[in-house]
């Protein structure tokens, strides 16, 4: 097999994954919408899994976002961070398939580009070698912290640039159910790992 057919085979079984993860993501939010008490227990305990992180209570600005459909719900875990006085951040994406970001008040959000929920306000100063922690979007992750996005790129692309964890640079922390931590996962070079998995029952640092 060439190296052209080993990114086409990579490519299509990230696809079909996606697709199935996709799914049950939105039989999960159907459930949410019909009922919202077990979308607000599962944020909750998702919350109390990402405060026990250690290094959460130092921190001043996190880069975070609003969750859409099924994916795990980040409300609690922003309104905890914004009663420490922390900065929240949330993300807009760009045509030019960046992200800029924007502070998280605690207002009203409307739906952005892709639907993705985003504040009003102006763009923060600065990017993300600012902040503490970065709350990375998945739909799957390995122990070892490689992840499976939605595709787009935007987040490997945000993540590029900055410092590792290891080095001084910001904590990349993936939410996920509990179900979707594998054993392996296709990884191309450019798939940027994350160094800590929140699930509603665990927290745990990814595997060197």
């Known amino acids: 097999m060439n190296l052209d057919q080993m990114v086409a085979q990579m490519t299509a079984s990230k696809s079909e994954l996606r697709m199935k993860i996709a799914a049950k993501r939105t039989a999960i939010g159907q459930r949410f919408k019909n009922s919202p008490q077990d979308a607000q227990d599962l944020a909750n305990m998702i919350a109390h899994r990402f405060l026990s992180l250690p290094e959460t209570k130092s921190m001043t600005k996190v880069a975070a976002y609003a969750n859409v459909g099924g994916e795990p719900p980040t409300d609690v875990i922003r309104r905890e961070l914004r009663k420490t006085k922390c900065e929240v ?26 639907g ?43 993540l590029a640039g900055l410092a590792r964890f290891s080095d001084g640079g910001p904590m990349r922390i993936a939410l996920v159910y509990d179900d979707e931590i594998f054993d392996a996962l296709p990884a191309e070079m450019h798939d940027e790992r994350v160094d800590a998995i929140v699930t509603p029952r665990m927290m745990f640092m990814a595997e060197a």
């Open 89 to 114: 951040w949330l993300p807009l994406a760009e045509t030019t398939g960046e992200l800029r970001w924007l502070p998280d008040n605690g207002d009203e959000l409307t739906p952005g580009p892709m």
């Open 116 to 158: 993705i929920p985003t504040p009003r306000g102006e763009f923060v100063k600065g990017g993300l070698e600012q902040v503490d922690a970065v709350l990375v979007p998945a739909l799957a992750v390995t122990r070892g912290g490689v992840r499976l996005g939605r595709g787009a790129g935007y987040y490997d692309r945000a």
